[in-house]
């Protein structure tokens, strides 16, 4: 039996690295056939699993445990990261959705995409941090993403993530609900979100927003290429 690489990562480190949405990616992405993602990427049991189908055209494929996504932001910053890792670094990447221009600054890895290629989000603004801390798992197919402001002023807000609609119980990291936060509150943002992810928002004025954070790689492992 045939094998290739799954890189896993943590994307949307804190700045101490706290955090992190584990990620799965698969940059010989065309060795898995299309038929056999979804299974992969349920057996592997990550909230995404990506599969990068061309590194020097940044064509990939997104699937969460039970369906493929147009697009994900912790997937596409742990993507461009892990290309610009591993030497192939790209300035665009092609997710189904369509085209997502990234770059590096600093520490972070950054993407631009537009709010509403992402799966919907209900976004309640909660009186407290502790009530979002007290939010409890809604279930069924809810998409739903409680906040409160930490300091408006500074513009940090805590939020939590549910995508239960697309297989996932609470999200660590969700850089397409960062997207929308942006576009909701129209200036620039830190989050922070599940158990110390830190996720960095810049609304642009043409109906885009910059998601960033920081990537560190955890494991490099063989897996086979299912026939």
């Not at 990068?52 to 997104?62: F, Q, S």
């Not at 039970?66 to 300035?91: I, M, Y």
């Not at 600093?106 to 976004?123: F, H, N, Q, S, V």
């Amino acid at each position: 039996m045939s094998a290739t690489t799954l890189h896993t990562l943590r994307v949307f480190l804190g700045p101490g690295g706290e955090g992190g949405n584990p990620l799965g990616v698969v940059l010989d992405g065309a060795a898995i056939p299309t038929a056999q993602r979804q299974a992969v990427a349920a057996d592997l049991g990550f909230s995404e699993t990506v599969f990068v189908d061309d590194r020097t055209t940044g064509a990939l494929r997104i699937h969460t445990p039970t369906v493929e996504l147009p697009l994900a932001g912790h997937p596409l910053v742990g993507t461009a990261w892990l290309l610009a890792h591993a030497g192939t670094p790209v300035d665009t990447l092609r997710p189904p959705a369509g085209e997502v221009a990234t770059w590096s600054d600093g520490e972070l890895t950054w993407i631009r995409g537009r709010p509403e290629w992402g799966p919907p989000y209900d976004k309640p603004r909660l009186d407290s941090v502790a009530a979002v801390d007290a939010f409890a798992i809604p279930g069924g197919d809810a998409m739903v993403a409680p906040w409160a402001w930490e300091d408006e002023a500074a513009g940090r807000l805590r939020a939590r993530v549910f995508p239960n609609g697309i297989g996932i119980e609470e999200d660590e990291a969700t850089g397409a609900a960062a997207l929308q936060f942006g576009a909701l509150l129209g200036r620039e943002l830190v989050i922070r979100q599940g158990v110390g992810s830190e996720l960095h928002v810049r609304p642009g004025g043409d109906g885009t927003v910059a998601v960033g954070g920081r990537v560190a790689l955890v494991s490099e492992d063989q897996m086979p290429v299912p026939a």
